[in-house]
């Protein structure tokens, strides 16, 4: 079963509806969200073009936010309108553990994922079930199939689908009864963003990698910065990043309050999609090739919102709260609240650091760990686990450190340890695990005990994320790697320094 290439395959009725209103009123340049907008209005449902129904190209399904949309269909006695525009992936609430693809009855003891294998087999959904040769987390998943191209819009029950964002899509999290609605009608109602432009200029410095540029983003416009916009990154340092990097990028730009997330295809984006099993080829790679070129910002075009950031300025980040905005170069110390000007920006950092067991003036350097986790949608392809296993490379894990490593998928994994990274992880005492969402969120049996502090390469660091009372610090796979073998928060720079010599 095959996904459908591109946005030229709309029914007659989609095709014809190029509606380009810009906040009621023709604009005569329009910012690639405004574009990839307007070629899947259906029809608007305002006089201002901000109520659209919107056509929507793909979705990727999971275990843990579908039962109920295929409940809905159940019971209505509906099919799916295109079941090929649809993928399962289990990922969510499954083991990672080795010792799950021995088990026969791991996946039909799971009540979750025996419906939705279920689900898939009775609606004709293609899925990557447990033992699936290509089953891993959804949003690298999708990727590396070469499912995810240039000016499509992607919809699914997973708020960091702004990962797609990296190549020109438009991607971004639904509910579930938006899941029923798509999969009964291939379209959703749909509220127009406002546009925000973030550009991040120059090099960055040694040692600074995309997660610590969004981090940093994300620290300075907070949490709810970019709420109410579709955000494009823009900037030499951001075309500088490879693929991978750009999809760690667009992934978290939804923790700064983003609906959607977008770099605009260049040819980075087109040497990675001609590798990819499922995206074009030959002459359809060619035609295709011709519109992706497009896929810009046009010269002029007007943003409600612009924000510049030197890339020279970024340190390797962590956060030290339980928000992703509550975060700080490494070589700082936990921020005293009292000098936060803003009543409910202090309260909310009193709260955080009661939780998370810090007080002020705390050298960041100097926190302890009790676990590392590298992985999650964010950080879990192979340019992450190599950038970790660099920095692990003939260390050793701290005395009293629990570190996992958790590939994004099954071919992740497999390209791993054709290049010996599993043994270097597991070399220096790391459990090296099969592919799932693991301890991004305690929905499996990868969970951290009240009051333990973890290490993690993922996304969200909120009360609770990794099970009732842990304490979650967010950061990029190295500077995970460096927290595992020092046992404590590490600036990153110092071991690669020590490497060098």
Request: hydrophobic share 40%; glycine share 8%; aromatic share 6%.
């Amino acid at each position: 079963m095959q996904f459908l290439h591109n946005t030229a395959r709309f029914p007659p009725a989609i095709q014809t509806a190029r509606c380009v209103f810009f906040w009621g009123f023709m604009a005569a340049f329009t910012t690639l969200y405004d574009k990839l907008v307007d070629r899947h209005t259906v029809r608007s449902l305002d006089a201002e073009g901000r109520e659209l129904l919107l056509y929507v190209d793909r979705t990727v399904l999971n275990e843990y936010t579908s039962p109920q949309a295929f409940t809905g269909l159940r019971d209505a006695g509906r099919p799916v309108f295109r079941p090929a525009s649809a993928l399962g992936v289990i990922d969510h609430v499954n083991s990672t553990r080795p010792e799950r693809i021995s088990s026969p009855d791991a996946q039909s003891d799971d009540i979750q994922m025996a419906y939705f294998v279920r689900n898939c087999r009775d609606f004709g959904i293609e899925l990557f079930d447990l033992y699936h040769r290509q089953q891993g987390i959804e949003h690298v998943v999708m990727p590396e199939l070469g499912l995810v191209l240039p000016g499509l819009v992607i919809a699914a029950g997973d708020s960091h689908t702004t990962t797609y964002g990296a190549f020109g899509a438009l991607g971004f999290g639904i509910g579930t009864s938006d899941i029923e609605h798509f999969l009964a009608t291939q379209t959703l109602v749909y509220r127009r963003l406002r546009n925000m432009k973030l550009s991040v200029s120059g090099t960055l410095p040694t040692g600074v990698t995309a997660k610590d540029v969004i981090m940093a983003i994300i620290r300075k416009i907070g949490a709810d910065g970019a709420q109410g916009h579709a955000v494009e990154f823009t900037g030499s340092a951001i075309s500088a990043l490879s693929i991978e990097g750009r999809m760690t990028i667009c992934n978290m730009a939804v923790e700064c309050g983003a609906r959607g997330a977008l770099i605009a295809p260049d040819e980075k984006t087109f040497a990675y999609l001609a590798e990819k099993p499922r995206a074009p080829k030959g002459d359809a790679l060619k035609a295709a090739l011709e519109d992706w070129r497009a896929l810009r910002t046009d010269d002029g075009a007007a943003f409600d919102t612009c924000v510049e950031i030197n890339a020279s300025d970024i340190e390797p980040m962590v956060t030290w709260g339980t928000s992703p905005d509550q975060a700080a170069p490494i070589s700082d110390s936990i921020p005293d609240p009292g000098l936060e000007a803003s009543p409910a920006r202090r309260k909310d950092a009193e709260r955080a650091l009661g939780y998370m067991g810090l007080l002020p003036g705390t050298r960041l350097q100097d926190i302890r760990i009790d676990h590392a986790f590298i992985g999650s949608c964010t950080n879990a392809r192979m340019e992450d686990l190599r950038a970790a296993a660099a920095v692990v490379k003939g260390r050793k894990v701290a005395v009293g450190v629990d570190a996992i490593v958790v590939p994004g998928s099954r071919e992740v994994r497999r390209m791993a340890e054709a290049e010996g990274i599993d043994r270097i992880f597991r070399e220096a005492g790391f459990e090296w695990r099969e592919p799932g969402c693991s301890m991004c969120l305690a929905m499996n049996d990868d969970v951290i005990a009240p009051g333990k502090r973890c290490a993690s390469s993922t996304n969200r660091n909120f009360e609770g994320r990794q099970g009732a009372g842990s304490r979650t610090h967010l950061m990029s796979p190295a500077m995970v790697a460096a927290a595992a073998v020092s046992g404590h928060l590490c600036d990153v720079r110092k071991l690669e320094a020590h490497h060098a010599n």
